[in-house]
């Protein structure tokens, strides 16, 4: 028989609600291997805040790079882990296309704190260029230019105004008197 009550179908619900903020806060692989692995460009960086430092060489620990073709710890690029007693990081730059494995060693217990695989992508890096720019800004004024003119250049395009507020006047004084054709 079917039970199709809507009290039973809203605890239905209720429940699935309920499970969903526990489900969304459940730790995530990454955060169990104990290291987190990021990528930028051809750059690879690795945090951890499982490791003690050891107060006879004051090191945290190390961080090796491992390709597909390494097999262990000591084949990969080795990089030894900085940073304070919350937070223990390393990075690998000029780093080529592929898939890696990252893996972290403590230096206090000689323990793993995580593995973690990586792929680094083939984007290229956006490079900036400068641009030139005017050496004396926009100049403030008539056609705001930024071009310095010569007085020669000046004087003609004075005669030119002179010339058109003349030729203006004597058209202007021309049509105020009516007896003239």
């Known amino acids: 028989m079917r039970n199709s009550s809507p009290i039973v179908r809203s605890g239905l619900t209720v429940a699935a609600v309920a499970a969903l903020p526990l489900a969304l806060t ?3 692989a990454t955060a169990q291997s104990g290291i987190s692995v990021s990528t930028s460009g ?3 960086s690795v945090s951890t805040s499982t490791c003690s430092q050891t107060s006879p060489t004051g090191s945290w620990g190390t961080a090796s790079l491992l390709t597909s073709s390494q097999a262990n710890f000591a084949q990969g690029r080795q990089v030894a882990l900085s940073g304070t007693t ?4 390393a990075a690998w730059s000029n780093v080529s296309p592929g898939t890696y ?4 060693q403590c230096a206090f217990n000689n323990q793993t704190a995580g593995t973690q695989a990586v792929v680094v992508s ?3 890096t956006p490079t900036v260029s400068p641009t030139a720019s005017p050496s004396r800004g926009v100049m403030g ?3 705001g230019g930024t071009e310095d003119y010569g007085t020669l250049t000046l004087v003609a395009g004075g005669g030119l105004l002179a010339v ?7 058209f202007l004084r021309r049509r105020a008197k009516p007896y003239r054709l």
């Open 101 to 104: 494995t990252v893996v972290v």
């Open 141 to 143: 004024g008539v056609g």
């Open 122 to 124: 083939t984007t290229p």
């Open 42 to 44: 051809n750059t690879v």
């Open 86 to 89: 919350s937070q223990q990081s």
């Open 164 to 170: 058109g507020a003349a030729a203006t006047v004597w």
């Open 26 to 28: 459940a730790p995530t």
